[in-house]
């Protein structure tokens, strides 16, 4: 099992940055990728970023490419999102995800772990 805890949530206003990380454990050496996502209130949980943990390839949605940042530090098997230019509609629970096999990155379902979530909120 991989257990994932995320930090560094909080309430920035808009404009503002905050940095997300999330340390994983445990059977670690399972996954190949880890991403994150959100869920805002009365949506759906959506894909946020991606890293493929060999290849250090990233994935962005759309709406936030060009103002966050995934990265990852190999030696403490955590991941970081660096969120820049916040925006209130960026408010939302992000979630740590990690993933074994082989399926989409960007589809909820195919991740096989997820930490318990850390609010951010954006104020206008």
């Known amino acids: 099992q991989v257990q994932l805890v995320e930090s560094g949530g909080g309430l920035v206003q808009a404009g503002g940055s905050l940095r997300l990380s999330c340390a994983a454990s445990g059977r670690t050496f399972s996954m190949n990728a880890m991403g994150w996502f959100r869920q805002a209130p009365g949506k759906e949980r959506e894909f946020v970023a991606a890293?493929?943990?060999?290849?250090?390839?990233?994935y962005y949605a759309d709406s936030v490419k060009g103002r966050f940042i995934i990265s990852k530090y190999n030696a403490k098997n955590t991941v970081f999102l660096q969120m820049n230019s916040l925006k209130p509609e960026d408010t939302a629970v992000y979630y740590c995800?990690?993933?074994?096999?082989?399926?989409?990155?960007?589809?909820?379902?195919?991740?096989?772990?997820w930490g318990q979530g850390t609010q951010v909120t954006v104020s206008s």
């Open positions: 890293i493929n943990w060999s290849s250090d390839s990233t």
């Open positions: 995800a990690g993933r074994r096999g082989v399926t989409s990155l960007v589809t909820a379902r195919s991740y096989d772990y």
